[in-house]
């Protein structure tokens, strides 16, 4: 199971609500891939990608709305993981055919999940919490 | 999440910036290695998470207690850290047994010699417990701090150019030893280096560092070696063959074919970036994209061969460049032999000029 620990979280509850539900698909894509139902997986892959995309979208949202000085950094952050998602995508498709690849995806999901896309949200996790305290 | 998890590091000694703003995860069981030139930061970072040194901005946890950060500070020994530091000797006076046996001080003793008789087998050295460190070979010694890294059953090891003191035979069977005691020790493992070699040999993801003590680009071995997103990482790799040029209709025209330069207008200045590795030469044309070259120099590298090569064509050309190409195996041909040059498009970087 991955879970979305205090240490891991932004303490602002529409990300981290976010961040979870994604943890959730990789969770799913785990039990998946241990139960060995393979199509599934990929599905649940396609899934996690474009729950991924739209997570971006209203993040980018959220953060402009605010005036999130670094929206631009950030932005061109989630630019390079979208590329990083099509590779996921197709580990997940590779998977059906391979097997064997399925410790790989499983390795690549969880690091994407946590050091890719939230450890560079904790940069705003400061900014965020006090720009929804004025509201 | 079980292992290291380290965020918003900043670090200065005086006015000058080592680390900016590094984040990393290593779950359990995993290898991360930070790879980088030496000046970079690196050692600094391992030197936070052990606790040798304080921390001046960001947090680091280790199993989800924060260790250092948000006010808190826990002693170096109070971490369950283990390292291999090149700087981190055997005890000379100590024989292989009491060095190991030196850090399981708060085991009683029947536990401290089982777990000692342990690693050392888990090492291969159950053989010499009761040698002192100057009669064992360099990859020995080696082994021995690996076995007493492990040997209090840290949550975490930190590994700084572990075997950058070995010579090349034995840096491959230790490396590889290790590899092996860590993975079955299910332990968060965060190692340096600045040999690329040994990062896509140990890591599972790999963090290609800056000058600027910052993390240029993560991922895995086979995605930072096949898609760096710059030049400075593209070049962490070793040298590459450069070619300057403009790009026209989205795509770049190189000696060697035309390469896709999607993000790039009519006229912009770019750089081609080829790894020798990436370059196939054979005795006869083969397929479009092939060239034919004359040869300058060939080495022999042991298991490989490294050609200098100029365009056939151009050989009047004063600036004709000089390019290098990479191959298994012995090929030894004569200077001035004419070959084909062979590249797979996507083998090609492109990024902005300067
Ligand atoms: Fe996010
Ligand atoms: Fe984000």
Redesign the interface.
Known sequence: M??I????ELKYAPIDDDHKHLADIVTEIVDALDAEKLSDSADLVRKFVETTRTHFQDEEALLASHNYPHLDKHKAHHA?LVQ?LE?LQDMGDKVVDHPQAAD?LR??L??FL???II??D??FKNFITEAAAKD | MDGLHIHGVHHAYGDTKVLQGISLTVPAGELVCLLGPSGCGKTTLLRLAAGLERLQAGSIAIDEKVVAGDGVKVLPEHRRVGYMFQDYALFPHLDVTDNIMFGLFRWSGEEAKARTAEVLRQVGLEQHAHKFPHTLSGGQQQRVALARAIAPKPRLVLLDEPFSGLDTNMRVRIREQTLNVLKEAGVATLMVTHDPEEAMYMADRIKGMGEGGNVLQSGRPTEIYYQPVDEYVARLFGPVNEIVTEARGREVKTPFGVVPARDYADGDRVKVLIRPESFSLSNAANGSNSRRVEVSASHLLGDSSLVEFRLADQLDDSENQLFKVQIPGNFDPLDHTRVWIGLAPEDAFVFAGD
């Open positions: 991955v879970e620990s205090s240490t891991f390079t990083k590779t790989s390795k690549e969880i690091y946590m050091d890719d450890n560079e904790l940069n």
